[in-house]
Structure formats: C-alpha cells, structure tokens
C-alpha cells in the first residue's frame, strides 16, 4: 500500500503496476490523474472514510494498491499461444469481486490449463496477498490480462478467430448437451457473485450455456461454477487429442 499524493505520483511514474488507485471524492489532483490515465490505472472516487478503513495515517486523500503479479498485454498473449502451436483457452470474469473466489478460481484456472484470466480494470477482486493464498500459488504461473473495457475485449477476442461462451443461468442450452462444443479456440465468461455477467457482454458472447442444477437451490457458488465448465471443456479436448493420436 502507497499513500499520500508525492508518493502516489512517484508510484505512478515508476514501473510498479497499481492494483487498485482510491481517490477521495471531490479531490482533484491533475498530477494524479494524468498519471493515472497515462499508465491506464482506473481512479476509484471513494468516501474519505473508505481511505480512513486502509489507513489510519496521512493519506492526504489518495491511497493506492500495488499488484503482486506482473500483468500482461491480452495480444501478446494470444500471439503467443498461436505461436507455440497451442489453442487458446481463456477465462474472462466479469465483476467477481469476492478475494478468495477469485483465488480458488485462478487454481482451479491454472489446474485446467488455462492459459490466461481476464480481468476487468474496474470492479473486480484485489490481487492481493489473500487472493494469493487461496489460488495456492497459482497466480505466480498463469497470465493475467486487465482490460479496460471486457466488452472491447469479447470483441478483440472474436476478431482473433476466439469464440466467445459465456456461463450463465439464463441459457437454454445445456453444458452438457451434444451441441455445446468447447474445443476449439475458447474464451470463458463468468459473472459476478450478485448479478452475473453483465446485459452487454451476453448479448456479444457467440454461445451460451448453463449448468444443470437439480437440486432446490437455485445457483452454485461462482468458484465451483466455473470448475464445472472448466473441467467439461478439459473432458471434451483430451477426447479429440485422444481422437487424433
């Protein structure tokens, strides 16, 4: 954590990438700001109360996060799963802004062979050191993309021949139906812990699938959710390895 405006500049002008940049509402610092919209860090305006909870000391109105992973550039990643003669199998989450959601489902990511988790710059999950225990290390071995704006993301990733699935409850078609096909060129979506994913991104996502529940509880826990659909994709890509050896 970095506070106060000299020294939040002085992270902003430095290599350090910022997690989460907290600025009190009302302030203005155009310093602060045209950093913040050089580098693409989001400006989060919160109550100086919020900045009060992550600090006691002299905040001076601005409080940033830095990130303790490396985040990289979603074309280079995909250039370079074209490059290695691989199919590219991404996972982009909507708004999950629970820590240890997101840490249980990056292991889960990492387990499954995703090769890069999608993120939102804004209103999603800190990467921070509870989201790093709960993945069990795995976010030290698995790309992680912040985006500005996923739904420019869904469509950059269809551009780059990626069909684009998203999970929700709302579809009519089964995950495990004989037409729902998850082996070719993939991007996950999965939403938020209170809405789902969001109007904007079911309308641009090529397929959409749900998980059967049969049970009187009406959704599964976003994590577990997406080991479901992470593990049938699994299933079906070892049966067309399987199919050409």
Do not use: W
Request: proline share 3%.
């Amino acid at each position: 954590m970095v506070f106060g405006i000299q020294s939040v500049i002085e992270t902003l002008k430095s290599d350090q990438q910022i997690d989460k940049l907290y600025m009190e509402k009302g302030l203005s610092n155009p310093d602060i700001q045209n950093l913040a919209f050089q580098k693409r860090v989001t400006i989060q305006r919160v109550p100086v109360e919020r900045l009060d909870r992550l600090t006691r000391k002299n905040h001076q109105g601005v409080v940033c996060l830095i990130s303790q992973v490396q985040y990289v550039k979603l074309s280079n990643v995909i250039a370079d799963v074209y490059e290695r003669g691989e199919t590219p199998f991404f996972l982009l989450l909507d708004r999950i802004t629970d820590v240890r959601n997101f840490g249980a489902i990056a292991r889960t990511a990492e387990c499954t062979g995703i090769q890069c988790i999608v993120i939102p710059g804004r209103g999603a999950a800190a990467i921070n050191s509870d989201a790093m225990k709960t993945s069990s290390g795995a976010l030290n071995h698995i790309s992680v993309c912040r985006e500005p704006e996923l739904s420019e993301t869904v469509k950059y990733l269809q551009e780059s021949g990626i069909t684009v699935v998203a999970c929700t409850e709302k579809s009519s078609r089964d995950l495990y139906e004989r037409s729902t096909d998850l082996t070719g060129p993939l991007a996950i979506i999965m939403g938020s812990e209170e809405d789902g994913i969001s109007p904007e991104l079911l309308r641009m996502a090529d397929n959409h699938v749900k998980i059967p529940l049969l049970g009187a509880v009406g959704s599964l826990n976003v994590s577990v959710a997406t080991g479901v659909v992470l593990y049938e994709a699994v299933r079906q890509r070892s049966l067309i390895v399987a199919a050409n050896e």
